[in-house]
């Protein structure tokens, strides 16, 4: 056993962990937190039409009001595929269009513990930055917009193993704060704000 964190849940069902991540938000006072609404458009037969949906959460930081989204995954396997079943284009969109304006941008991938004969992966949280400076997101958008332009079977560019992403992203500490019965994912340890301190992402 290669250890890991005891307050690191060893495994999360989706709407689980995003409520434990606002939960974990609101225990910051120097943060707010909040789900992007759902959008619609009209039709043209007139009836409201739901629009495929923006990143899970989208916050902002004391004291300057700095930006901050997040999008929540969970990964049962040994490897997040960049599929569009798994994430959607328009989500790596909007944040790769944000990024470019100083908005820091995540997905918050939830390992889930994975127990071999000759392995054991416990349960483990990690953030990946969504900017350019990692050219996988766009080719997860250019293959999303070939397969649409030709109609022809989504390719994609790969998937992130939990080893690739511990090197390139970041790791989410689980905290039990004072007075609460839950482990919370430390979202203030994660954009490096302390009570009393300006955020330093």
Do not use: N
């Not at 937190?33 to 949906?53: E, F, I, N, W």
């Not at 908005?103 to 054991?120: D, L, P, Q, S, Y």
């Amino acid at each position: 056993w290669k250890g890991g964190d005891p307050m690191t849940p060893p495994a999360l069902k989706a709407k689980k962990f995003e409520e434990l991540i606002l939960a974990g938000a609101a225990r910051c006072p120097l943060m707010t937190l909040s789900r992007y609404g759902v959008q619609t458009m009209v039709g043209t037969d007139g009836k409201l039409l739901a629009v495929p949906s923006l990143p899970d959460f989208e916050g902002a930081v004391a004291p300057d009001g700095r930006q901050f989204i997040i999008e929540a995954k969970v990964c049962a396997q040994s490897a997040f595929p960049l599929t569009p079943d798994k994430i959607k284009p328009r989500q790596v969109r909007h944040m790769l269009e944000r990024s470019r304006f100083g908005v820091a941008c995540f997905v918050a991938i939830h390992f889930a513990e994975r127990i071999g004969k000759t392995f054991h992966e416990p349960g483990e949280t990690l953030a990946l930055p969504v900017s350019d400076r990692l050219g996988f997101w766009q080719e997860f958008l250019d293959a999303a917009a070939e397969a649409k332009r030709t109609k022809a079977p989504f390719k994609s560019p790969g998937s992130l193993s939990r080893d690739y992403a511990a090197r390139i992203g970041r790791r989410v500490e689980w905290t039990c704060p004072k007075g609460s019965r839950k482990h919370l994912p430390d979202l203030a340890a994660l954009l490096g704000i302390e009570a009393g301190q300006p955020s330093l992402f």
